[in-house]
Each structure stands twice: as structure tokens, then as C-alpha cells.
């Protein structure tokens, strides 16, 4: 064994690489694979156009997604449209249409018509009074 | 003297049909409430089915059925939840009118549970239709044409606290509108006790996910409960509700193997004696309850 240091050499090299082995596992970069049932495959955005159309312009007005006020205040002129970039999940998103009129004005109509590129997704028209508080769906995938 | 006498009598009948009461019964919290509403100080009414009572449960007492005879109209909400209805109207003979308050509304239609629970299969229909404002405001112009055919003298009364409350109802269905709005879509999975709640899913996007079926003597299979586990796991539903009258047991143990909360009890089969003493009272709590729980 003495007059053989290669012998003594090999048997270091294949300590060593035992040794590398679990040294190498606790250390690596891991990448763990995330069970089925928690993958969330984020909807990519999506630029939307929403065009409203009113029989007689509102005294007040908004638009909102969730906690977010897209718009409000001002009275819009009759037709009024607002670009909207919004990531929209296969379950849709819902649109809160707002707006109020004078306590003497007559009936009057709301149109909202939701585009995506040349599609309409939505095209719906609400009837009322003095005031308007709509949802609006964007459905989650294109209607052919 | 002649002429005063006349003029006392003519007074005195008049007196007398002006305090005559029309006599309504009612079979459920919704219809007492409506009927409250519509028929303000100018109906004796009979509230039959007392808040927190199950409607699937009860069943009449012989001093109810006398009530019963007793009343004009008898308001009931139909779709097969009052059990008992043809015998009582049988027992009370011809004398009673039984009003039909959701004759004119759309039924939803189920999938039956499974066999073996004392009610019919293949589908059913959903008789929890005051989960929807809509159709309560429904109801409410049917009790008002009931009300004004049975006491046509009071027609303008009667048509004016119609108004009035669907005036209400207005208001409730715009505040309900913005609640839910505040929820996203995804996020509207309502797991329940029993399956009472598809009008207002149809009318807001939710799915239902009942442990029970239509009634609540529905028992849940333990196939079904296994179910409910994995959906709630896989789609991340946050709460799931029981109900005012309902013992939360299965719910618990499904909240132990989920993780998900106990989002709070609602009022699926009709009003409570706290904070749902009236139809806009329970939606207000219900809508809170649910959307908080999921949010």
C-alpha cells in the first residue's frame, strides 16, 4: 500500500466524491415542483374599450373594478369611452356602472358596449330613473 | 228626524267597513313580511310560520288550521316547499283563497338528491326564490292584486304601499349590485348547508356548492362531503356558511380538513329573530356575511 500513492490517490478522489454527493444536494438551487391544485396561471392583460352611451348625460358618474375607481365626477357628455387594461381570469370580471340624474328627469337609457380589439364582448342597455347601479360582465373568454 | 237617523246609519256602516280588516294568513316570513308592507294597518294579519321555523319542516296545528278558515287569503310561496298545502286547503274548504305569491315567478330546476329521502327525483324545483330581489319584488305586486280583489275599497292604499316598497326594493337591489361587485368573480364559490341559495348565484355568478340538497332533511353522502374537500382545497375557497336553523356539524368537520374559515350563518329558508326581521334586514346580512367571508 505504502509503495502505491497512486492506490492512496483514487481511494482520496472517491472519498471526496462520496462525501461531494449530499453536500452537493443540500446546496443546490432548489426548484421545487408546486403541487397542481396551488397553480395560478395569471390571465395575460388585455386592452379593453368601454363606450357608454346615454339618452340624457348623468349629473354624476363612475366606474369601478373591485376596490379600484376607474372614473368618477363630472358629468360625461352622451357618449363617453375609457381604455381599460385589465388581466380578465376565465371566471370574467365585473363592471360597476354608477351614475345619477335630476329627481324630475324623465326615464332615460344607459348603453355600455365592451371591446377587445374589433370584438364586442359586451353590448347591454339598462333602463331607469333617477339613478343606475349596474354590473357589467366581461366574460372570461371571447364569444365567437 | 227621519233624515237624521238616515244620516246616522249611513255613518255608522261606513264607520264600520272602513274598520273592517281583511283577514290574511301567511305560510312563510317572506310573504308576512311582504304582506306587512303592502297591506299596512288595513289587514289582520296571521303569521303562521314564525322566524327561525324551518318551512320544510313545518307542518300546522289544528289552532293554525282554525286561523286558517278564519282568514280571507291564505299567502303562500309555493313550489312544493309547503308540503301539506292540499290538505290544508281540503281541511279549510272553499272559503279560504290561497294566493300563489310565486306563481308567477321562473322556477329554477335541480338534479333530485339520491333516492330514499322522502321526496321526488330526477329534478326538482328550487322554492328559495326570495334570494332574489327580483322576485320579490314579483311577489309583492301579486299579494298587491290580492289584496286589492279581496278589499277593492282600499285599492289606493294598498297600491300605494306597494309602491313604496318596491321603491325599497329598488334600493336594496343597487345595494346588493355594488356589495357583490366589491367580490371578484373567481373568488365566488359558496359553499353551504343546503341548496337554497341558486337564485341569488343566477342573479350575482356564483357557483353553489350545497352539502345537502334542496331540503334541508337532505343527508349528505359521505362521497359528496369527500367532494366538497377537494373542490375546496383545489379552488381555494377561503369560507364556507351554515345556516340560522341548520346544526353546523358537517360544515365544522369540512372547515377542519380544508382549512377554510366558518364564514358565518345565513338565513337560506326565510327571516330571524335578529338581524334578518325583515326581507331587506336578511338580504343585507346575508350579501355581508358572504362576501366577507369569501373576500
Known sequence: MEGRPWVRIALLLIGFSLLGVPVWSMTREKRLRPALSNVVIAAPAQQLRVIITFAEPPLSFSLKYLDEVLCEGAAPDREFSYNWEIAVPPEGVDLLLKAGWPPSAPKTAARVEIFRDDTRLVDQTFWTQNSLVESVTVPGTNPE | MKSILAILLTSFFSLAAAHAELKVAS??????????????????????????????????????????????????????????????????????????????????????????????????????????????????AVVRDAFIKADAANKTVYEKNAADYLAKLDELQAWATEKVAELPRAKRKLVTSHDAFQYLAKDYGFTVHPVQGISTADEPSSKKVSALIVLIKKQGVKAVFAENIENPKVLTEITKETGAKLGGELYADGLGDEEATTYPDMVRYNLTTIVGGLK
Not at chain 2, 312563510?28 to 289582520?44: E, M, P
Not at chain 2, 289544528?62 to 282568514?71: E, H, L, N, R, T
Open chain 2, 27 to 140: 305560510l312563510s316570513t317572506i310573504t308576512t313580511d311582504i304582506a306587512k308592507n303592502v297591506g299596512g294597518d288595513k289587514i289582520d294579519l296571521f303569521p303562521l310560520v314564525k322566524a327561525g321555523v324551518d318551512p320544510h319542516e313545518f307542518q300546522p296545528t289544528p289552532s293554525d288550521v282554525k286561523k286558517i278558515a278564519d282568514a280571507s287569503l291564505v299567502l303562500f310561496t309555493g313550489k312544493h316547499i309547503e308540503g301539506y298545502l292540499t290538505k290544508l286547503e281540503e281541511t279549510v274548504g272553499g272559503k279560504v283563497q290561497f294566493i300563489d305569491t310565486g306563481a308567477t315567478i321562473n322556477a329554477l330546476t335541480m338534479a333530485a338528491e339520491e333516492p330514499g329521502h322522502g321526496h321526488s327525483h330526477g329534478t326538482e324545483e328550487d322554492p328559495h326564490w326570495w334570494h332574489s330581489i327580483k322576485n320579490v319584488k314579483k311577489a309583492t
